[in-house]
């Protein structure tokens, strides 16, 4: 899901963290990313989706937070995670 990548990389530009502007499928966002970046993600995240589909999909749960859980863990989960929410929301 584009919108995922295209807030992860402007918001890494904020951040001033260079290493998650193009990040690869299995990279880990949860370990290198505190909670408060990690909240930041999801609602940035939340309203990119509302631009791109015209209505609020939430993304927050509580295995967003899970250090064993969450998608966060690879990219490519938090796409998944996003589309499958996108898509059932």
Partial sequence: ???TR???ARLAQMWGRPEFMDPAAEDDLFSHLDSFAIVE???ETESEI???VGRYVPLASESILDA???PLLRFQGWTDY???M???G
């Fill in 1 to 3: 899901m584009a919108a």
């Fill in 82 to 84: 996003v589309a499958g």
């Fill in 68 to 70: 064993e859980k969450s």
């Fill in 86 to 88: 996108v898509a059932h």
């Fill in 50 to 52: 509302e631009r791109a």
């Fill in 41 to 43: 993600l999801l609602m």
């Fill in 6 to 8: 295209a807030t992860l």
